[in-house]
């Protein structure tokens, strides 16, 4: 069974850092694209970013992401990782990680991880 | 970037059929054929219903289908049932390498 576990979310302070795993289980994570998916409290879905599966070194990103979110892979713990920096109350949101089965279609989701950005 | 426009709500009766409408521009929806539609319950995680404008994952019942003329996709769902209702989302992959979702449609069944 296919199965991606998110942790690592929190509350933090305006302007400190974060970072989020994801684990996955039933599949070999390298092998596919993963991406970062989020929603903040009764809003809807926004992609934060995503990588190519391990064959390709390509990674994306949103552009309120860009320069201060990196998403990266460890093939030989079978997790991806957001790390997320100078953080703002705008970044308060229910974190998703979400498996490629095409490109940029996402059928396996995990359950999240929430992010609260307060002072 | 704007999130792909969609209506903030449709409803239907059961049996009926539904269409939501997904628009972009010729950057994203028109550009690509990378548009997929995702079903959200209330506190769950999304889940994909249709991938590359038609394609419909196993599993997914073929009540939900999916289309594309020009800038807009559409997700039209027939013989609705009340386990339909739920939010839907659409997204689409951009020229700029990012992808775009829509701000989302609460289905009502009646």
């Known amino acids: 069974q296919r199965q991606l576990v998110e942790s690592g979310g929190g509350v933090v302070q305006p302007g400190r850092s974060l970072r989020l795993s994801c684990a996955a289980s039933?599949?070999?994570?390298?092998?596919?694209?993963m991406h970062w998916v989020r929603q903040a409290p009764g809003k809807g879905l926004h992609w934060v970013a995503g990588?190519?599966?391990?064959?390709?070194?390509?990674?994306y990103y949103a552009d309120f992401a860009k320069g201060r979110f990196t998403i990266s892979r460890d093939a030989s713990k079978n997790v991806v990782y957001l790390e997320m920096s100078s953080l703002r109350v705008e970044d308060t949101a229910l974190y998703y990680c979400a498996k490629d089965m095409d490109f940029f279609s996402f059928d396996v989701w995990g359950q999240g991880t929430m992010v609260t950005v307060s002072s | 970037q704007s999130a792909l426009t969609q209506p903030a709500s449709v409803s239907g009766s059961p049996g009926q059929s539904i269409t939501i409408s997904c628009t972009g521009t010729s950057s994203d929806v028109g550009a690509y054929k990378f548009v997929s539609w995702f079903q959200q319950y209330p506190g769950k995680a999304p889940k994909i219903i249709i991938f590359d404008v038609s394609g419909r994952p196993s599993g997914i019942s073929n009540r939900f289908s999916g289309s594309k003329s020009g800038n807009t996709a559409s997700l039209t769902i027939s013989g609705l049932q009340a386990e339909d209702e739920a939010d839907y989302y659409c997204s689409s992959y951009t020229v700029s390498d990012t992808l775009l979702f829509g701000g989302g449609t609460k289905l009502t069944v009646l």
């Open positions: 990588m190519d599966y391990a064959g390709g070194s390509k990674t």
């Open positions: 039933g599949f070999t994570l390298s092998s596919h694209g």
